[in-house]
């Protein structure tokens, strides 16, 4: 068969698009983020900041370069930034192939394959780029909520939930699959439910996902969206067995008049009574949160502040980057802006104090019994996560010796870094 390269960049939501391009194309090419040579490269973008852009378009060249050396015959794009800015890209990028809206995955499988029949559930017969015990369930798309930073609502439109029957029918699927870990994600997951029942379903919907994933399952909550994090959903994490004590919950700022301008909803002390009771009901919780540094009327004084709320809320795993003015959104326009620099400064200054707290908390599990998931060997390790990882973007554990990828093992931790756990067989 004639191979295809598909590259993905940002986020997993992109993971997930790129799989349902590969799982249509499945039948007549293999399929791999991986090879060197083949008929296409399909590049799928991220776009919604400057960094995300420039790598985008990095990426389409170093993809352009391979086909004028010989490597492929073709190169097609996706994703954010081909969404965002289509038809430039199509007025202008002239040795692409084609260009691609957003979820227009029949357009480029049809390209690829003429007489190309889509599959009825195209999320059903996703391929696994990455990992196959770890899968990555989409419950939503899209955003309501129109923070005043954030390009996104404009990409990837309104909120949108997926019928129920469909995210079962592919956790039974995956249930049957062996996968082990099942992340679900959505651009924010906490609406789901509200635009196709009228009414918030997410509980319901975990309850019923909890069910078919029963035992030896792990169950990741991803993009909560602080504001509509209520005591009755921590409740239910707190009482539900195969969801996992985790949660991504991203604060972005804690001072309340930048969170009123960046159109959020939530007051410093609402975000630290959540926090608060959210430690009280899952003691062993993770949060992992992220935050924008730089936004504008970000004074030293509101900066100092948020500075003593992260140590105050000691977040088990933290993600910071700079504010990055984008068109398309309120905040482009605000007065009192923070200098590109001293953004990037603040961002450091964060990634200090996560540090230390980071490592303060790993040497806190020292001695400790974790059940952990194996993912990959790599040279004299195996190398895995404990419930409080999400892949790739969190820490990872380090077992010497050849592990089964994809299976737990209870590992006893006997050293921690900021960054690594060490674990050894019990
Ligand atoms: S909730 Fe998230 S995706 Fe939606 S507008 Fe705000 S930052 Fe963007």
């Not at 019923?208 to 994090?229: C, D, F, N, Q």
């Not at 001072?255 to 009771?277: P, S, V």
């Not at 892949?391 to 960054?419: N, Q």
Request: charged share 30%.
């Amino acid at each position: 068969m004639k191979k295809i390269k598909i590259i993905t960049l940002g986020c997993d939501k992109n993971l997930v698009d790129s799989e349902i391009i590969a799982g249509q194309l499945s039948n007549k090419y293999e399929v791999s983020p991986d090879f060197n040579e083949g008929e296409a490269i399909i590049v799928n973008t991220c776009g919604f900041i400057g960094d995300a852009k420039e790598e985008s378009i990095d990426t389409i060249f170093r993809a352009v370069e391979q086909k004028n050396f010989g490597k492929f015959n073709k190169v097609f794009i996706t994703g954010c930034l081909a969404e965002r800015y289509y038809k430039d890209l199509k007025k202008d990028l002239k040795e692409v192939d084609g260009v691609y809206h957003l979820k227009d995955f029949k357009g480029i499988v049809k390209e690829l394959i003429p007489d190309y029949k889509p599959s009825k559930d195209l999320f059903n017969e996703r391929l696994a780029l990455e990992m196959g015990h770890v899968a990555y369930v989409r419950i939503s798309d899209g955003c309501n909520h129109n923070c005043s930073y954030c390009a996104i609502p404009s990409i990837r439109g309104k909120y949108k939930s997926r019928a129920e029957e469909s995210i079962l029918s592919e956790v039974k699927m995956l249930k049957k699959a062996k996968v082990k870990e099942i992340i679900l994600i959505g651009q924010e997951i906490s609406s789901y439910g509200t635009d196709l029942y009228k009414e918030n379903r997410l509980i319901k919907l975990l309850t019923e996902i909890s069910k078919i994933a029963g035992e030896g399952m792990w169950i990741r909550l991803l993009y909560s969206h602080p504001p509509l994090v209520t005591e009755e959903f921590i409740d239910f994490i707190a009482k539900t067995d195969n969801i996992c004590n985790y949660l991504d919950f991203p604060i972005e700022h804690s001072e309340t008049e930048i969170l009123k301008a960046m159109y959020r909803n939530d007051t410093r002390e609402d975000l630290l009574e959540k926090i608060k009771y959210m430690r009280k009901t899952i003691p062993n919780i993770a949060l992992r949160t992220s935050i924008i540094t730089g936004f504008p009327g970000e004074t030293r004084k509101v900066f100092n502040n948020m500075l003593k709320f992260i140590k105050e809320a000691k977040f088990e795993r933290l993600g910071v980057f700079a504010f990055s003015p984008e068109e398309d959104t309120d905040a482009i326009d605000l007065p009192n802006r923070v200098t590109r620099k001293t953004a990037l400064k603040r961002v450091s200054e964060i990634m200090d104090i996560q540090q230390e707290l980071s490592y303060e908390f790993n040497q806190t599990l020292i001695g400790n019994i974790e059940k952990v998931l194996i993912d990959r060997v790599d040279g004299e390790y195996s190398i895995g996560r404990t419930f409080r990882d999400t892949p790739d973007v969190d820490c990872e554990v380090l077992i010497k010796g050849d592990l089964d990828v994809g299976e737990f093992y209870d590992v006893k931790i006997v050293d921690a870094t900021e960054f690594d756990l060490y674990g050894e067989m019990v």
